[in-house]
């Protein structure tokens, strides 16, 4: 049985990663999906993906960062389907420099992805989500949990989306919509194939965010997205899971 069965989600990151096999494993649960990303191609990929399945899904180009973005978004999800259960922010981006070579446009950047969009759609969706009995799932990280070498701007945009989960869910308990975040750890995706590290870098220290097991697959952190999205979990709100092959077990 699908669990998600005529469920409406909204899956920012929808292009690649996580993101992509979130809306993809939604949709294989019986959800209709808006996919939203900066990358249309992707997004295109995606959805190529989701209809030859026999899913639903439309697409939006979306810049989290920008707050006119979000509210398109959020409009064209309601004009498309008629209403919002599930809202997943996954979009995110990732870089590592020494904290005094942080720019500022780049902690900004950091800053707008990370946490500004989380809040923008948080805000927008959340009457909504109200309306519906719905629920977030926001995408934080091990960076939330742990302080991470040559990470500062990382570590506080995931720990801000992990709080702000926290502060929502109980906000929002007794009106019958669900916050939950994930904390990935190390996952194959192109964000972590592309991620470098400085030049110099102490490895002792980064050998410190090494998982005890092998990195997980997108599919697998999707899946804890479906659960905590599904009825399955209606028992569970405020949490940020983590799914990290032992990271952070110490």
């Known amino acids: 049985m699908q669990r998600l069965d005529k469920k409406i989600a909204l899956v920012t990151g929808a292009a690649s990663g996580i993101g992509q ?15 939203a990303d900066i990358n249309e191609q992707g997004l295109q990929e995606t959805l190529a993906t989701i209809i ?3 899913g639903e899904a439309h697409y939006q180009l979306c810049n989290v960062a920008k707050r006119e973005d979000c509210e398109k978004l959020i409009s064209a999800t309601l004009e498309q389907f008629g209403g919002l259960d599930i809202l997943c922010n996954i979009a995110g981006i990732a870089f590592s420099k020494h904290f005094a070579d942080v720019e500022q ?37 091990t960076a939330a949990l742990d302080g991470q070498i040559y990470n500062a701007a990382y570590c506080a945009t ?5 709080m702000l989960t926290k502060a929502l869910a109980i906000e929002f308990a007794t009106q019958g919509v669900r916050v939950n975040a994930i904390c990935p ?9 592309n991620f470098s590290l400085p030049d110099d870098a102490d490895m002792m220290q980064v050998m410190k965010m090494a998982p005890i097991l092998d990195p997980s697959e997108p599919l697998e952190i999707a899946k804890a997205v479906a659960y905590l999205a ?21």
């Open 185 to 193: 750890g190390l996952v194959q995706t192109p964000l972590v194939a």
């Open 230 to 250: 599904s009825e399955d979990a209606r028992y569970i709100t405020g949490i940020g899971l983590p799914i990290d092959g032992g990271q952070t077990i110490g």
């Open 21 to 35: 096999a979130t809306a993809i494993h939604l949709a294989s649960e019986g959800a209709r999906i808006m996919l």
């Open 52 to 54: 030859e399945t026999g």
């Open 158 to 162: 995931k720990g801000a989306v992990l």
């Open 105 to 141: 446009s780049a902690w900004q950047r950091m800053v707008d992805i990370n946490l500004n969009g989380v809040f923008n759609l948080c805000q927008l969706a959340m009457p909504h989500l109200l309306e519906r009995k719905g629920n977030i799932v926001n995408m934080s990280s």
